[in-house]
């Protein structure tokens, strides 16, 4: 049996531009186009990629917060893409997802305890001694004062907050969590801290995640595998350390350059990257990254290359790794 626990097949979503009830959109933003992974039980997947990539679609679509325009999700080999929401009810709850901003993403006007059990009310009716019974140990577990039960979102700090959003998603005892920038909103003292609770909480509670960022600094910490994304689609995927000392795409080269390391050992020779990220309305043609590759040549502005695996668990979408070394 495969030990896959979720598996994205070909999946995009597009949205509309223009248009009205009875006219069509002018265009079509192809915020994720046609991507593929899958994510096996008790591993941390990686999506990394600059702002407007795709990522936080892809993550939405795999909780289905969105639906997609085309491909397939899967879970422990159910299709559970086209689902409606009674028929979805049995997944939600495997399946949660810890939001970027903590201070958004919880209602000011919940008490600590009811916001941590509200999902338990999608699954059942239970009583109010439960409930405080379920917040006070989820408090605990994410290192909150079980005493603080009922305060109020904003008597607690970023951090706090934060710790508070994974305790609601741990309320249903999920397999697998989509971490949508779960630190970018806080504190640099406080990320680490929030990792390291995210770490222990999957030995112990033996959880998947799909753990989204901008920041691959962050994802290396927390993933065994990496993911870039790039202009709605994956661009390479490798295990992390294979990731950090054998990068073969140019956009990832430069990504993690990017990143300040202590080590002068370890040097990355990045590629030159120029201008800004093209628009998903009207991408380039051929590689989607051509325009800002110091290594494009005539084929990259006339193809597309396709993610090829270089090795078992190593693949790239770039012309420089499909074999034929960059021919011109
Ligand atoms: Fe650069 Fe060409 Fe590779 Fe795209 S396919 S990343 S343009 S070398």
Known sequence: MSSDLIIARDLARYFPLGGGLFTKPTAWVKAVDGVSFSVRKGESFGVVGESGCGKT??????????????????????????????????????????????????????????????????????????????????????????????????????????????????????????????????????????????????????????????????????CDRIAVMYLGGIVEVAPTELFISDQRHPYSATLLAAVPRPDPNHRIQPAAMEGDVPSPIDPPPGCPFHPRCEHAFDRCRNEKPKLINVTDEHAVACFLNDGQGGVK
Do not use: W
């Not at 939001?99 to 941590?116: C, G």
């Open 57 to 222: 679609t892809l993550g939405q679509m795999i909780v289905r917060l969105l639906e997609p325009t085309a491909g397939q999700v899967l879970f422990k080999g159910d299709d559970i893409t086209h689902l409606n929401r009674r028929e979805l009810s049995p997944f939600r709850q495997k399946i949660q997802i810890i939001f970027q901003d903590p201070y958004s993403s919880l209602d000011p006007r919940m008490t600590v305890t009811s916001i941590i059990t509200e999902p338990l009310l999608a699954h059942g009716k239970p009583t109010k001694a439960h409930r405080r019974q379920v917040a006070a140990d989820l408090m605990k577990k994410v290192g909150l004062r079980p005493d603080d039960q009922k305060k109020f979102p904003h008597e607690f700090s970023g951090g706090q907050r934060q710790r508070i959003g994974i305790a609601r998603a741990l309320c249903v005892r999920p397999e697998l969590i989509v971490a949508d920038e779960p630190v970018s909103a806080l504190d640099v003292s406080i990320q680490a801290q929030v990792i390291n609770l995210l770490g222990d909480l999957r030995d112990e509670f033996g959880l998947s995640y799909i753990f989204i960022s901008h920041d691959i600094s962050v994802v290396e910490h927390i």
